[in-house]
């Protein structure tokens, strides 16, 4: 009898590249660019400043020969230092409450806990029962709804890390539907990623990217908005097909086994008798009002993780308060204790994972320009290897490396900061247009936040539909290949068209 081969869970996975990017430092020498500090307008009206680095400017660390450093990474490093074995810890304690990993990790716990009071209530599972009922078993074409709006979010305020806790909420119930959680994910996460990758005015990607190339923000808009247009029409097409097939045989999709979580509790034929109550009614103009408010404040004042963040406490506990004087559920003031516990309890795992994934860069020595690392080097030797190529193949070859170095630096605007000093000017010296060069950014940048198993996002929104990577990977496979395609040709497109 042969073994059931086990899937490795992603820390396994997240260890093995770390052990990966410790060889990687005692085989590549370091090195650092000079950096500059630039300004920019953002689509608001805002100066930004950015210290970014010079192109052109990259030096090696020399060792006492003269020669390239090769600065290999220790097994253990005391002092707060990085170490192999260090990862964890320094990974999970870097940064600050604007970004990786600090900020990311208290905006999944936090978010998560004020969804579980919102769901606590019970408002958005009565309300969607009772919209199912009332289109009498056409819900499917809810399916192509959510997903526009979600897609809409990812291109107008950068919509990701808001994907987890509509997705503790839709998730459960698409399952309960008949369908799998694998359409839950398409129709919140994949398409607000379609979104954001397609942008004409992300303000955490495009936005970034264009102001430190040098180019107005919210430039070549009309060309972003038709290709927004044509991969948010695919992603439905593509869902409602896989919808279809798994209506007519649930036990086709990959996560049937995992879906048994959510399929008792969320059978739509044991709702039929729930009551829409004023309470419910109440709990979700709280949910409307404060993801208008969410979405004014990212546009209108560039709102991120820590405003962001309150917003959803504000929500959260406005929603006990209401399922408490409604009873919803039987709400006490505890509850809301209880289930804001509940909630960020189950997203800590990946919250986890985004401290471990900056591990990795820790280790290959941080993503800053200015500091000697691994990801430096490389970041140069792409730069020269793209030097003496054709300017349709350097496009595309520059969409490549931006969806390889996702892995490693998944923020987008961490991203944008560290490659598109390099590549602009250089895109300059191939005949290839800047605009095209921060398409090859947001295109590679985005895609592949439905994929790579460093995403925080995509492993919390993987743990709430109980999904190993892996599992998921299996079938995202396909996707990514449609999605990498077209891609494509729309960065060959750019080139012929000398868009601008």
């Known amino acids: 009898m042969k073994k059931r081969f086990s899937m490795p869970d992603t820390y396994v996975i997240i260890f093995f590249v770390v052990i990966f990017a410790a060889i990687l430092t005692h085989t590549v020498p370091v090195g650092k660019f000079q950096m500059e500090k630039i300004t920019y307008v ?21 060792n006492e020969q003269g020669k390239p450093l090769i600065k290999g990474v220790k097994f253990f490093e005391p002092g707060g230092n990085v ?40 408002a958005v599972e009565a309300g969607l029962y009772t919209l199912i009922k009332k289109t009498k078993g056409s819900e499917y074409l809810l399916f192509p709804i959510v997903f526009f709006f979600f897609s809409l979010g990812g291109a107008i305020f950068g919509m990701s890390e808001e994907a987890i806790p509509f ?14 959680a694998i359409t839950g994910i398409l129709i919140t996460y994949v398409s607000t990623q379609i979104g954001f990758a397609t942008s004409w005015m992300n303000p955490f ?18 060309f972003r908005i038709a290709m927004w247009t044509f991969f948010t029409v695919l992603g439905i097409i593509y869902t409602l097909r896989y919808a279809k097939k798994i209506k007519e045989n649930p036990q ?15 059978n739509l034929s044991e709702q039929e008798n729930t009551e829409f109550k004023l309470g419910h009614k109440l709990v979700l103009l709280v ?3 404060g993801m208008a408010w969410i979405i004014y404040g990212v546009v209108k004042y560039e709102y991120y993780l820590p405003e962001i963040a309150t917003q959803f406490v504000i929500m959260g506990v406005t929603a006990g308060i209401i399922g408490v004087i409604f009873k919803l559920e039987n709400m006490k003031v505890n509850d809301i204790a209880s289930s804001f516990r509940k909630g960020a309890e189950e997203l800590i795992g990946a919250a986890m994972v985004v401290g471990m994934a900056k591990g990795i860069v820790l280790v290959l020595g941080g993503a800053s320009a200015g500091e000697s ?25 520059m969409y490549i ?65 109980k999904l190993d990577w892996l599992v998921w990977a299996k079938f995202q496979i396909k996707l990514q290949g449609i999605l990498f395609f077209f891609g494509s040709m729309f960065i060959i497109l750019g080139v012929l068209i000398n868009l601008q």
């Open 42 to 62: 953002t689509e608001s009206g805002t100066k930004k400043t950015r210290e970014v680095p010079v192109a052109g400017s990259f030096t090696y660390d020399l």
């Open 83 to 122: 170490g192999i074995s260090n990862y964890v810890y320094e990974g999970l304690t870097s940064g600050d409450k604007w970004g990786t990993a600090v900020g990311v990790i208290a905006f999944i716990i936090i978010t998560g806990g004020a969804f579980g009071i919102i769901l606590r209530t019970k």
């Open 167 to 180: 997705s503790m909420v839709i998730i459960p119930i698409v399952i309960g539907m008949g369908y799998d």
């Open 205 to 222: 990607s495009v936005a970034i990217a264009q102001g430190v190339s040098g180019i107005p923000v919210l430039s070549g808009a009309k």
């Open 252 to 266: 086709l999709s990959i996560s049937y086994e995992t879906d048994a979580y959510y399929r008792n509790d969320f």
């Open 287 to 289: 949910i409307f009002l």
């Open 373 to 397: 690392s691994v990801l430096n080097t490389i970041l140069n030797w792409v730069a020269n290897g793209l030097s003496g190529l054709p300017a349709t193949v350097c496009s595309w070859v």
């Open 401 to 465: 490396f931006q969806s390889v170095f996702n892995f490693f630096v998944v923020s987008g605007s961490g991203q944008a900061a560290l490659t598109m000093p390099i590549m602009a000017p250089l895109a300059d010296l191939v005949g290839v247009s800047r605009q095209v060069a921060v398409l090859a950014f947001q295109l590679g940048d985005g895609f592949t936040n439905l994929i790579v198993p460093t995403s925080g996002i995509l492993i919390a929104v993987l743990g709430i539909a």
